[in-house]
């Protein structure tokens, strides 16, 4: 395949693309002349290109088939080149001629972020402006969340969602059986013009949330006291390598809520293949090995009842650059997270240096890297416990723990020691009363207002746990991290209680017989 | 010696912050023994446009990896790269597509 055109060679001079003086034609049409080189050495010409482009999404959606015609689909806008770049193609889709149509119903959600940005009210506010302008334009649904609104999350965003009811899931041609006569169905009541656009528009008048009245500025952000807390919060991370995970987990919780409080079953992300092989590597390096596959894969369905499809990962960043030049796409951009002065860089920036800079040299690298996580599978990192019973999930990022209650405290003898060091006067080293091996002992001995540390490790995975280490003290996360951890605890206490009880009983058969 | 040339040089997906947010710049160049090439264009941006932290923008003599370049609306890999000859009215374009700064 197009493998075979790729060669894994260094770049030499003898390589260079031959001087303007003879413009070369497009490998597709073989007429225009060429204005992009996509993959290694492919030159498009414009047309061609779009159309290579604009077709890729197309056939991504329908070899997965996952999306099913009618379902509503949360796209999530960064203002970025990719994820705007993705709604263009779902506009196109919705366009075009009944055969070739999309027939899934999209929202929008946008997580404004500026606060942790170093964005200025007034910069926050601007940005706004501009999204709600490219997303008005659009007519779907949109939603909009600010990185605030965190601390307003419940607890359950951290819990697997009931996936859809009792009821099987039909297959995906049964899925468009039924609504292709349904639509025929509506075509013979008379209601031909039952189309998308329509449901959209009585969507609309329920769901576009500010903006219908010009607010005053400074009116739609949160509240400073809560910018504060947030910020805070990111403060308080040591390294960062935390805050872009912090910063992550966040955005991810806010647009899972807006899709359950919505009612969207899918959301749509739209990482490049170059920033999925950034991410794979990254991920690596941060000890997420075992879940590679759900954190870069095309559908990621940990959170259960809604599921994130990720459609732009076969796209590389510099086509989607290309694209939104040559068609108009507008983005938004709003500065990445900094590191104050003397922090060392993050993880992800440095893996984004590496890769980009060997790319330059080994024009195959991204696609190599993205290719390898391809043959990763989520099916081991989810069938790793006894089949049946549902694993036990990271507090933080869902996927099944890859720890064991007994190994972790060995494991982590650098966090032990810390939160012994750190542990209020009353508390004791031992003060705690090792009578548990999940960390409930020190769970139960109350110092009020104030969560352990170590109350929290046995709920984590190993890469949570490495970032965890890194963040604030736990009473500085937001309320739901910590009520959702609090039930976990004592759950985890009740089970052990009860465990006890029963390994008696059985301890007592062998002495009465 | 070669004439002035007059450019448009743009800026954009980000790299325009490295700019004072500026994506657009009407640039003329001097005369000089040499005809410009892109690689003495770059050259020149460091040293005229380009306020602080070069190495955002540039790596040795030409654009950090991740920064695209476009010339009259084409991918440089078309035009030669760094060895393209300026001509006066051309349009060159930078396109940032790194996700950190
Ligand atoms: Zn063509
Ligand atoms: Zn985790």
């Known amino acids: 395949m197009c493998q075979a055109r790729e060669d894994y060679g260094r770049r030499g001079p003898g390589r260079r693309a031959p001087p303007p003086s003879c413009p070369r034609t497009c490998v597709k049409c073989k007429e225009a002349s060429a204005v992009v080189v996509i993959r290694v050495g492919d030159a498009f010409c414009r047309a061609c ?50 055969a070739k149509r999309l027939r899934f119903v999209p929202g929008l959600v946008y997580v404004d972020e500026g606060a942790v940005c170093g964005q200025s009210p007034a910069q926050r506010e601007e940005n706004l402006a501009r999204v709600e302008a490219i997303v008005q334009a659009t007519g779907f649904p949109f939603h909009l969340a600010h990185l605030e609104q965190a601390f307003d999350l419940p607890g359950s965003i951290l819990r697997r969602g009931p996936r859809g009811g009792d009821k099987p899931c039909p297959s995906y041609k049964e899925a468009v059986e039924d609504f292709i006569q349904q639509q025929r169905q509506e075509a013979a009541d ?69 899709a359950r409080t919505q009612g969207y079953t899918k959301v749509m992300m739209g990482d490049s293949c170059t920033r999925v092989a950034v991410k794979l590597l990254t991920n690596l390096a941060l000890g997420r090995g075992a879940f590679l596959a759900m954190d870069t894969g095309f559908m990621d369905s940990r959170h259960g009842d809604v599921a994130v499809v990720r459609p732009m ?36 920036r440095l893996m984004e240096d590496f890769l980009l800079g060997l790319q330059a040299e080994f024009p195959s690298t991204i696609s190599t890297v993205y290719r390898t996580g391809e043959k990763l599978s989520t099916a081991p990192a989810e069938a790793s416990s006894e089949p049946g019973a549902e694993p036990q999930r990271c507090l933080l990022c869902l996927c099944a723990l ?62 949570c746990r490495l970032t965890f280490k890194e963040m604030g003290h736990p009473d500085t996360l937001p309320p739901y991290v910590r009520s959702e951890a609090q039930r976990r605890s004592r759950r985890a206490e009740m089970k052990q209680q009860i465990q006890e009880f029963l390994l008696e009983d059985d301890d007592e058969d062998p002495s009465e017989s | 010696m070669a004439a002035p040339v007059s450019l448009q040089v743009e800026f954009g997906g980000g790299a325009e912050l490295l700019f004072d947010g500026v994506k657009k710049h009407q640039v003329t160049l001097p005369c000089q023994p040499e005809p410009w090439d892109i690689r003495n264009l770059l050259k020149w941006i460091k040293q005229n446009l380009l306020k602080e932290r070069p190495e955002l923008f540039m790596q040795g003599d030409s ?21 393209y000859k300026l001509q006066d009215q051309d349009n060159v374009l930078f396109i940032s597509t790194l996700h950190g700064g």
């Open chain 1, 49 to 98: 290109f779009r159309e290579y482009f604009v077709h890729k999404f197309r056939a991504m959606l329908g070899k997965n088939r996952v999306i099913f015609p009618g379902e509503k689909v949360l796209l999530a806008l960064s203002g970025g080149p990719a994820s705007s770049a993705m709604l263009r193609q779902v506009q196109e889709g919705l366009s075009r001629e009944t």
């Open chain 1, 190 to 258: 008379g209601d031909g013009a039952a189309s998308l656009p329509r449901r959209l528009a009585q969507l609309r008048t329920q769901d576009v949330p500010a903006g219908e009245e010009p607010a005053a500025p400074g009116a739609r952000l949160p509240a400073a006291a809560r910018t504060e807390e947030l910020l805070q919060l990111f403060e308080a991370a040591e390294t960062l390598t935390a805050k872009e995970e912090l910063l992550q987990m966040l955005r991810t919780h806010l647009i899972l809520h807006t």
């Open chain 1, 313 to 348: 990962r076969e796209y590389m960043a510099k086509e989607i650059a290309f694209y939104n030049h040559f068609f108009g796409v507008s983005t938004v951009i709003t500065p990445a997270l900094r590191a104050k002065r003397r922090e060392k860089t993050s993880i992800h």
């Open chain 1, 402 to 463: 890859d720890t064991l209650a007994e190994e972790d405290l060995a494991l982590e003898p650098t966090l032990i020691a810390e939160e012994a060091a750190q542990r209020p006067q009353g508390l004791a080293e031992d003060g705690c009363c090792h009578a548990g091996t999940q960390g409930s002992c020190c769970q139960s001995s109350p110092t009020p207002g104030a969560e352990s540390r170590a109350a929290f490790l046995p709920l984590l995975c190993y890469s």
């Open chain 2, 63 to 83: 654009v950090r990896p991740g920064i695209l370049v476009l010339i009259n609306d084409a991918d440089w890999e078309l035009m030669g790269e760094l060895d």
